[in-house]
Each structure stands twice: as structure tokens, then as C-alpha cells.
T-cell receptor
Framework: GAVVSQHPSRVICKSGTSVKIECRSL??????MFWYRQFPKQSLMLMAT?????????EQGVEKDKFLINHASLTLSTLTVTSAHPEDSSFYIC?????????????FGDGTRLSIL | TQLLEQSPQFLSIQEGENLTVYCNSS?????LQWYRQEPGEGPVLLVT?????EVKKLKRLTFQFGDARKDSSLHITAAQTGDTGLYLC???????????FGQGTELSVKP
């Protein structure tokens, strides 16, 4: 079945560091990928929609300059948390949908646990 | 304003009991998905319902989509400890693939 790979699975770094998270669709192409943030025992909160070859669409309240998204190819989107601070610590999850199958559900990566010290 | 209200948000039951999780909205969805998520992992798709009134069964899990495609339920029969996890409903409103998630239901099944 369709697989979405997310890397790294866990990051621990110092405050002020920028962290890049990758989301890859392994056996399908995705013109659109989605980035979510999740706090413990809570639901997923959509941060932005990543569009291949164009600018990402951010949800209300999400800082574009803080969370940089690049979707340079049909199989890769990256989320960079710039100058991360402890309040950015969270579980970040991406998802993607096969561009040929618009009526099919999204496939989720396994998430990245980001811890800022 | 929460577009998809999921309830209950927390549920702790004994093994063997039955339970139902609800997702309700005033909006119509083209489809609705149910996911299960374990700690430290991404959500795993359980089922997609598309047609109003549709009922789908997955072993001890029964999923229902409301006639008007505004609500859905997940019923688990004879819960097992392995059913423990976070259950999420998510609706698709044909907005470029964007999903609207419910608040999630944290289910704990005790032996």
C-alpha cells in the first residue's frame, strides 16, 4: 500500500536551532501534502498545505516565517522550524494523497517528535 | 468553532464492554475517515465512509455514516485491551484534500 516516510522520527536540540523535517511519498506522487501539529492526547491541528511547485497555504495563526515549507518535487515536502524555542516542542505529522486518486484517503507519516531544550 | 465535534474525548472501560464514539457536524462531508493512533506514531486509517446511511464493519468495529453525511459513529463490540488508543474522525469537504479532524477520543480498555 501507499507509504509516507517521515524523517527524522525524533529530534532533540537547543533553543535557537533550525530543524528540518522531511516527508516523502515512497510509491506515489503527491502534488499536495499536509503538515499537522499534535499535542499529547489531542487531535491533529492542520498547520499548512504544501503545494508542489508553489507556495504553501498556511492556516490562520500559523507563522509562515517560523514554519518554512518547501515542496520541490512530487515526492518530497520539507518543514523547517526556524529558530526553534521550547514552545515549538511538539509532534509534527505529515500526510499525502496520491495525485491520481483524488477520492482516496490521505496516508500519514509516523510523525516527528521535536523537543527543544 | 469546532466544525467536527467528537465525543466522548476520554473513555475508560473494562474489557468486554461495548462503546460508541460519535462525530457530529452541521456541515456535509463528501467522505469521512476514521483513524486509530498509537503514541509516537502516525494515524492509521480504519475506514472511509462515503455514502449517506452507509454501514461498514471491520471485525468488532462498526462504522456508520449519517443519512445526511453530517455525522458518523464508531461502535466497538466486546472491547479488548488492544483497542486502546486515540481514535480520530476526519471529514473531507472537497477543499483540495484538506481534512477536518474531530477532537479525538482517548480510549483505555482495562483488563
Amino acid at each position: 500500500g501507499a507509504v509516507v516516510s517521515q524523517h527524522p522520527s525524533r529530534v532533540i536540540c537547543k533553543s535557537g536551532t533550525s530543524v528540518k523535517i522531511e516527508c516523502r511519498s515512497l510509491d506515489f506522487q503527491a502534488t499536495t501534502m499536509f503538515w499537522y501539529r499534535q499535542f499529547p492526547k489531542q487531535s491533529l491541528m492542520l498547520m499548512a498545505t504544501s503545494n508542489e511547485g508553489s507556495k504553501a497555504t498556511y492556516e490562520q495563526g500559523v507563522e509562515k516565517d517560523k514554519f518554512l515549507i518547501n515542496h520541490a518535487s512530487l515526492t518530497l515536502s520539507t518543514l523547517t522550524v526556524t529558530s526553534a524555542h521550547p514552545e515549538d516542542s511538539s509532534f509534527y505529522i505529515c500526510s499525502a494523497r496520491d495525485r491520481r486518486l483524488s477520492n482516496q484517503p490521505q496516508h500519514f507519516g509516523d510523525g516527528t517528535r521535536l523537543s527543544i531544550l | 468553532t469546532q466544525l467536527l465535534e467528537q465525543s466522548p474525548q476520554f473513555l475508560s472501560i473494562q474489557e468486554g464492554e461495548n462503546l460508541t464514539v460519535y462525530c457530529n457536524s452541521s456541515s456535509v462531508f463528501s467522505s469521512l475517515q476514521w483513524y486509530r493512533q498509537e503514541p509516537g506514531e502516525g494515524p492509521v486509517l480504519l475506514v472511509t465512509v462515503v455514502t449517506g446511511g452507509e454501514v461498514k464493519k471491520l471485525k468488532r468495529l462498526t462504522f456508520q455514516f449519517g443519512d445526511a453525511r453530517k455525522d458518523s459513529s464508531l461502535h466497538i463490540t466486546a472491547a479488548q485491551t488492544g483497542d486502546t488508543g486515540l481514535y480520530l474522525c476526519a471529514g473531507d469537504r472537497n477543499q483540495g484534500g484538506k481534512l477536518i479532524f474531530g477532537q479525538g477520543t482517548e480510549l483505555s480498555v482495562k483488563p
